[in-house]
């Protein structure tokens, strides 16, 4: 008999026991955990978001495009035409053009590395006005045009000047860069001597004086001549600087 | 013998309906505690989820000032809103000589470009401190000279 009493209440005793251990199990699945699942989740769309904006952020400091600025059919044109040269890796997409105060809404995109011309662009000119030209990308960069200002003086477009800019990013420390102008003659800061600071090296040649036409750019590393090219400036129906990449 | 046998089959009663009784309370009890368990979890993991998002929003907005033109008593302020959420923005102008003049509340949605206009009186050659602020505690900043 006293083993049938003891039988009973041992079973007695173990119901709330496990009615607890359910309740606990219960809370624990139904509560706990997918509270730290959500808390989990938005901690990781965080670090994902946060992610894509450094991506994006590295991306827009990346952006790098030339932009010049020439009348679209000579020098006394009414429209003038923007200039555009990748010269990242990254595809650009040009989303505006302002001309002084007003802007022009655009959708151009600009492969890496490739240029392209953009317009033309209808500006009415009169004699002594200045335009100053910028380009706004997607990615919320502006970039100005690399010649300044340009100007219509008595029927006419001008430019403050006519450049050769030379960037050279080869191996080695100092360079020598030679520039011929189209007459042949050396070009009176030739040969100029440049020391590669930061990666790349500097150097840009004003050339309006002899004009346009064709010049030839030579860059020696030592007595090692590591680039030869001939470039052609055609202000007023092209851009009024040129780039050499060495 | 009989009533020995009654005695025993009563003597079962009184531990089933403490048993039950207790199995009530525990479920009650643990049903309460669930309960409030599940609602506090609740609130805690939504509260987390809102200021998660509060600060994602916070790190993502982008906006940038495009430009700036002066004319006849008005400072236009270009701005461009380059991230993925809207901002509302107010806009500081500080000049030479300490003028100062601000437009406030300011609504740019995402992916586009507004016009600013602030009433500030400035003369040619100018210096002007441009600061643009949004609600979300970013700070854009911008000089811009009078022509």
């Known amino acids: ?246 | 013998m009989r009533s020995r046998r009654l005695m025993r089959s009563k003597r079962g009663i009184t531990p089933v309906v403490a048993t039950i009784i207790l199995s009530a309370v525990v479920i009650a009890v643990g049903g309460a505690v669930w309960s409030y368990s599940q609602g506090a979890a609740t609130v805690i993991a939504n509260d987390y989820v809102n200021s998660t998002m509060t600060l994602l929003n916070e790190i993502i907005e982008r906006f940038t000032v495009e430009h700036v033109s002066y004319e006849a008593g008005i400072l236009h302020v270009w701005i461009y809103n380059y991230g993925d959420v809207d901002v509302v923005l107010d806009v500081y102008a500080n000049a030479t000589g300490g003028v100062f003049s601000s437009s406030l509340g300011n609504t740019v949605s995402s992916k586009t470009i507004r016009c600013v206009n602030v009433n500030i009186t400035l003369d040619s050659g100018d210096e002007v401190a441009i600061k643009v602020h949004s609600r979300r505690q970013n700070n854009v900043y911008y000089t811009y000279y009078v022509p």
């Open chain 1, 1 to 246: 008999m006293s083993t049938i009493r003891i039988m009973y209440r041992s079973r007695k005793r173990g119901v709330s026991t496990i009615l607890g251990t359910l309740i606990f199990i219960g809370i624990l699945f139904t509560a706990v955990i997918p509270m730290s699942l959500v808390m989990k989740q938005a901690d990781t769309i965080y670090e994902q978001k946060k992610l894509e904006m450094e991506r994006f952020d590295e991306e827009r400091a990346r952006e790098e495009i030339d932009v010049y600025v020439f009348p679209t059919e000579g020098a006394a044109s009414d429209n003038l035409t923007v200039s555009v040269h990748n010269r990242c890796e990254l595809t650009v997409r040009i989303i505006r053009i302002w001309i002084n105060d007003t802007f022009i809404a655009t959708d151009y995109v600009v492969p890496s590395m490739s240029e392209l011309e953009l317009g033309s662009f209808y500006v009415a000119p009169r004699d002594g006005s200045t335009y100053d030209v910028k380009v706004t990308t997607e990615r919320g960069n502006v970039f100005e045009c690399g010649s300044g200002t340009i100007s219509y003086q008595d029927g006419h477009w001008e430019v403050e000047n006519l450049m050769i800019n030379v960037l050279i990013s080869s191996s080695g420390i100092v360079f020598k860069i030679y520039v011929t102008l189209p007459s042949g003659d050396p070009h009176p800061d030739s040969p100029a001597m440049v020391w590669k600071i930061g990666g790349s090296a500097f150097k840009s040649f004003d050339v309006t004086t002899p004009g346009a036409g064709t010049y030839n750019v030579k860059v020696k590393r030592g007595s090692k001549l590591i680039h030869d090219e001939n470039v052609t400036i055609s202000w007023p129906s092209g851009p009024p600087v040129v780039w050499v990449y060495s």
